[in-house]
């Protein structure tokens, strides 16, 4: 019997305890009033009392009324206590961008929860759902998580009748004479979803007309291995975290590192994909930086990975003219500039190209090859020079990133004439001013710290 085939998967899951009340969401539609009909049918064999809260959308006027009315009368023909809350979706979908379905989602759980305190909340899924989910959540790209389609329990919330059919579902109320609801967009393929329901699964049912039991039997077991998996990522937590980061999770199989850095994720309230998570775990595994969101980054030293919040300072915009002798523009650097005569090198091939490289303690450009007034300042945004031998413009800040150890970041000298930017610190002086055998006059540059 149907309701058997509910009471052990509601054991299975372990969804209730005797003397737990169960408020089941009633929209009116045959799924919801099935529900509620198995939970009062099951009251005394399960030990336990049922209630139903039904949330009006506001977005079908005089139809969702119909519905609200639909479930209080159906709830007092059977005496089960009801509430009906009502809310305005289209308003709460302009305020926060979202889909009148995204929004009307958030809201009904948000009322759900507020309805169910101290209780467990019952939702109308079933197994026809179930298949639209892991379709739908093929379609978009997903994880063993996603092909496991809707959780038979989250938190307080429980799902009785996932492993139930539609046409079960319909053959029974039909049975018992019980009439029901229609959501006039249920039947239309404007959500994606419907169209799914509409023309995805006649095709598939026509190629297995099993379709459906055979997706609860694979749903069952893949739900299996993924609570297998989600054991062993309890126990790498457990293991590893220290507050909001992950010690030591390199050590562990990849399925279950990128598992616990979702979950950490998740816990902050940040989104993920799949190719988010490859990246944070290389970066788990080889050290690095990844933005998460706005100021939080996940940050690793090959060993721990860390979450964390990193309030970007306001860099102070630092410049001064370019003075042969000593220029001052950090509080304890200074940069050393001096004019030479090229016939000070006895070999011209010294400063032609090669010469000039970021690792000497000393550069040198062609001093006659600056245009205009010369400026020392910090880095800016937006920095770029073209070294030589590119032939091209770089970024200033992907090479500091490549080459400048962090702590020297913070405080790098750049000198830039009448058309752009000649010399950075660390990084190179610029192809146009590069000295060469027929170059008379070379700036030296040295730095030290500031003693003055």
Same mark, same amino acid.
């Given at each position: ?63 969702? %009324? ?6 209080? *009368? ?27 379905? *995204? ?24 197994? %026809? %759902? ?71 699964? #006649? ?5 297995? #007309? ?67 998570? *490859? ?32 309030? *970007? ?140």
């Amino acid at each position: 019997m149907i309701f058997d085939r509910i009471s052990e998967f509601i054991s299975e899951y372990n969804m209730l305890v005797r003397g737990e009340t169960v408020v089941c969401g009633l929209s009116g539609g045959a799924d919801s009033v099935f529900l509620l009909l198995a939970m009062c049918e099951m009251r005394e064999r399960l030990g336990i009392s049922v209630r139903a809260v039904h949330v009006n959308h506001c977005l079908r006027g005089s139809e969702s %009324d119909r519905d609200e009315n639909f479930c209080r *009368q159906l709830c007092e023909k059977i005496g089960v206590d009801f509430k009906a809350v009502r809310c305005d979706v289209k308003k709460f979908a302009l305020e926060n961008s979202l889909s009148d379905e *995204q929004a009307g989602r958030i809201l009904r759980y948000r009322i759900f929860s507020e309805n169910s305190v101290g209780c467990k909340i019952a939702t109308a899924h079933n197994a %026809d %759902d179930n298949l639209e989910t892991v379709i739908l959540n093929l379609t978009r790209g997903t994880a063993l998580k996603g092909i496991c389609g809707i959780p038979p329990v989250r938190g307080n919330i429980i799902r009785p009748i996932l492993a139930v059919t539609r046409a079960e579902i319909e053959d029974y109320l039909k049975s018992a004479g019980q009439n029901f609801v229609t959501d006039s967009t249920n039947l239309s393929d404007d959500y994606t979803r419907n169209k799914i329901r509409h023309r995805v699964i #006649p095709i598939l049912r026509e190629i297995n #007309p099993s379709l459906n039991e055979t997706a609860v039997r694979s749903i069952r077991n893949l739900r299996a291995e993924n609570d297998f998996i989600e054991m062993w990522t309890d126990k790498a937590m457990k293991s590893c975290r220290k507050g909001d980061s992950l010690c030591g999770l390199k050590y562990y199989d990849e399925v279950i590192r990128h598992r616990c850095i979702a979950r950490l994720l998740s816990e902050k309230g940040f989104p993920y994909s799949s190719e988010r998570l *490859q990246t944070a775990d290389k970066i788990l595994t080889e050290g690095g930086k990844l933005n998460i969101s706005g100021n939080f980054h996940l940050i690793s030293d090959g060993e721990t990975v860390s979450l964390k919040e990193i309030v *970007q300072q306001s860099r102070e915009m630092l410049s001064k003219e370019l003075v042969i002798g000593e220029n001052v523009i950090f509080h304890d650097r200074v940069m050393n500039c001096e004019i030479l005569s090229s016939k000070d090198f006895h070999n011209s091939q010294e400063i032609s190209g090669e010469y000039v490289h970021k690792k000497l303690t000393f550069y040198l450009l062609d001093y006659d090859k600056i245009v205009g007034r010369a400026i020392v300042r910090n880095r800016r945004f937006g920095d770029r020079i073209k070294l030589p031998h590119r032939g091209f413009d770089s970024s200033v800040k992907k090479l500091i990133n490549e080459t400048v150890p962090k702590d020297m970041r913070a405080e790098l000298h750049f000198i830039e004439d009448g058309e752009g930017t000649i010399f950075a610190e660390c990084i190179g002086v610029a192809e146009r001013v590069l000295p060469v055998a027929e170059t008379e006059r070379l700036l030296k540059i040295t730095f030290g710290d500031w003693r003055g």
